[in-house]
Structures are given as structure tokens and as C-alpha cells.
T-cell receptor, first 115, second 113 residues
């Protein structure tokens, strides 16, 4: 079965600094999704990537999917306290070929922003 | 508010009791998903519906769990004879058509004493 490994598990960054979170798959990714979760709350959709080499940005957050479609990175520029939370990557099941069914998630990266 | 809503937000129950959770998806979304999340883990897929049809169930969904979406709108997740291991956050999500961008509700936190 497909597994997603996120690194680092936790990250403490001074406000204003840049940071990168990685998500690595054991198998080819058909669809890769980034979510943010505040502690004890639901997930907020950030971005979806499907094509090798694809890159998307929203405000100060940029996500990329590598050419081989087995690794994705999430980069935050000039971090702010509002960026604090848990970042989760999720992937379409391999056998669905990108179909709309349940996602497989990594364990998440806990991001703390120090003022 | 037109997002996914879940009720209740918190539920405390005693071992052996039955509990039922409700999820109201975004109104035009035809797909609805249930996930379970325990502390320090990412969400784990339980089951999903396309309209009123339950299309997939995870092996995590034991016989004590049942989910319904009778009219293709809201869904309920029932856990019978709860066990302490059922304590978790239960998340509902919905999506539209062929797109798998799933939008999540705030979750129901279940504590089994």
C-alpha cells in the first residue's frame, strides 16, 4: 500500500523566516494534496498537484511536485504567526489512477512560528 | 455558512454505548467521505459515498461501524458498543464530481470512557 512520509515531523521557525516541508511517497503519486490543520479542528484545503514538475502558489505558500511524481515540497516565504499549525499531505490511492475516492495522508508536520 | 458541518462537535460516552454523528456536506457536492484521526496521526479513510451509494469501506470499519447517506445529502456514522480504542476525531469531507479536492468539516471529537 502507498505510504506518505513527511519531514520534518516538527519545525520551529522564527517569524519572517522561510521554511520547507517535504512529503515523499513510496509509489508514484497520481494526485497530491496539501492541507493545513489547526489543533483540534478540521483540515483546510491548500493546493492540489497532479502533473510532474507542477508548481502552484497561493499568497506566501508554494507547492511543487517533482518530475518523477514521488515527492512534493511546500515552501512558505516570510513566515507569519498565522502559518502555525499542522501541514498534511494527502494522495489519491494508487489504484484509483486519480479517481475521486479516499485519500491517504502522511502524519503531518507541526509548524510553530516564534515571534 | 456553506461549508461542511458536523454535529456534535464533542461527544463523551461510556464504553458499550452507541453513538451517532451527523455530517452535512457542501450542498452541491455529490461525494461524501468519513475519516478517523487519532493524536499525532494523519486522517485515516473509513468510507465514502457517491450520492446515496456507499462505494468503498476501509478494513478499519469494523462491524460495529455503519454509515448511511439515505437521500444523498447528509450522512450519519454510527458506532455501536463503543470501545476505548474508538476515541478519536471523526472527520467528514465532501467533493464534487471527478475532482478529489475534498473539503473537510470541523470534526467530531469522541471520547470513550
Amino acid at each position: 500500500s502507498q505510504e506518505l512520509e513527511q519531514s520534518p515531523q516538527s519545525l520551529i521557525v522564527q517569524e519572517g523566516k522561510n521554511l520547507t516541508i517535504n512529503c515523499t511517497s513510496s509509489k508514484t503519486l497520481y494526485g497530491l494534496y496539501w492541507y493545513k490543520q489547526k489543533y483540534g479542528e478540521g483540515l483546510i484545503f491548500l493546493m492540489m498537484l497532479q502533473k510532474g514538475g507542477e508548481e502552484k502558489s497561493h499568497e506566501k505558500i508554494t507547492a511543487k511536485l517533482d518530475e518523477k511524481k514521488q515527492q512534493s515540497s511546500l515552501h512558505i516565504t516570510a513566515s507569519q504567526p498565522s502559518h502555525a499549525g499542522i501541514y498534511l499531505c494527502g494522495a489519491d490511492k494508487e489504484y484509483s489512477g486519480g479517481g475521486a475516492d479516499g485519500l491517504t495522508f502522511g502524519k503531518g508536520t507541526h509548524l510553530i512560528i516564534q515571534p | 455558512d456553506t461549508g461542511v458541518s458536523q454535529d456534535p462537535r464533542h461527544k463523551i460516552t461510556k464504553r458499550g454505548q452507541n453513538v451517532t454523528f451527523r455530517c452535512d456536506p457542501i450542498s452541491e457536492h455529490n461525494r461524501l467521505y468519513w475519516y478517523r484521526q487519532t493524536l499525532g496521526q494523519g486522517p485515516e479513510f473509513l468510507t465514502y459515498f457517491q450520492n446515496e451509494a456507499q462505494l468503498e469501506k476501509s478494513r478499519l470499519l469494523s462491524d460495529r461501524f455503519s454509515a448511511e447517506r439515505p437521500k444523498g445529502s447528509f450522512s450519519t456514522l454510527e458506532i455501536q458498543r463503543t470501545e476505548q480504542g474508538d476515541s478519536a476525531m471523526y472527520l467528514c469531507a465532501s467533493s464534487l464530481g471527478d475532482y478529489n479536492e475534498q473539503f473537510f468539516g470541523p470534526g467530531t471529537r469522541l471520547t470513550v470512557l
